[in-house]
């Protein structure tokens, strides 16, 4: 089976930029987390959804993330304006009810 | 207070070894779950092992053990016989609560060194 897929991999803009990460669930999941990590501060849950629906935000750092899931089969985390300080690792992780989370391979962020 | 506490920055292990990560952890819930993450250089998160609070056996996975002492709140992580391939972060994290869903807190991580 395939895992959680994430895309692009690697993303090195410049500051201003619109980013955009996107996020392929395991089929059959009905939870998605986006995550961010840096040495600094760890690993942080920016949001999560059940069935689609955003539960809790309440990690996003700011109005500049935004996230969406259309659908069961696709999440996108938005951050625009990027600015240096959102370099990071971006992960999704999923999850069938309170089965562990599997999470997907990260994109890794650079702004410049 | 932390939630989840991993106060081993580093940990060095020879080949063939057995190893012990120690993870303690904070809640007043009486049904909480503990999982164990494994991070390799090359980025991935990989899960491990899960223990619930009620579970009355400790979690093992291949040469994977979890020995829970719920009284002391710890939940350390046991790797027998070391592989070089065991090299990598290991993230120790919590979810608490029985009723509804609850997210999962992370400890800061392990590094762990395993040598030839």
């Known amino acids: 089976d395939a895992g959680v897929i994430q895309s692009p991999r690697h993303e090195v803009t410049e500051m201003g930029q619109e980013v955009t990460l996107r996020c392929k669930p395991i089929?059959?999941?009905?939870?998605l987390f986006w995550y961010r990590q840096t040495m600094m501060r760890g690993l942080e849950l920016l949001i999560y959804?059940?069935?689609?629906?955003?539960?809790?935000d309440s990690g996003m750092p700011e109005d500049r993330f935004s996230a969406k899931m259309p659908n069961a089969s696709f999440s996108t985390l938005k951050i625009q304006p990027s600015e240096p300080r959102d370099s990071a690792v971006y992960f999704c992780?999923?999850?069938?009810?309170?089965?562990?989370?599997?999470f997907g391979d990260g994109t890794r962020l650079s702004i410049l | 207070a932390q939630k989840i506490t991993q106060t081993q920055p580093g940990m060095f292990v020879q080949e063939k070894e057995a190893v012990t990560l120690d993870c303690t952890y904070d809640?007043?819930?009486?049904?909480?779950?503990l999982f164990w993450y494994k991070q390799p250089s090359s980025g991935e998160m990989i899960f491990l092992i899960y223990?619930?609070?009620?579970?009355?056996q400790n979690a093992t996975e291949g040469r994977y053990s979890l020995n829970f002492q719920k009284a002391r709140k710890s939940a350390n992580l046991v790797i027998s016989a070391s592989q070089l391939g065991d090299s990598a972060m290991y993230f120790c994290?919590?979810?608490?609560?029985?009723?509804?869903?609850?997210?999962?807190?992370f400890g800061k991580g392990t590094m762990l060194l395993v040598s030839p």
């Open positions: 992780a999923t999850a069938e009810g309170n089965q562990p989370q599997h």
């Open positions: 089929s059959g999941h009905d939870y």
């Open positions: 959804f059940n069935n689609n629906v955003p539960i809790d």
């Open positions: 809640t007043s819930d009486q049904s909480y779950g």
């Open positions: 223990q619930g609070s009620y579970d009355e």
């Open positions: 994290a919590m979810r608490e609560g029985g009723q509804g869903y609850s997210t999962l807190t």
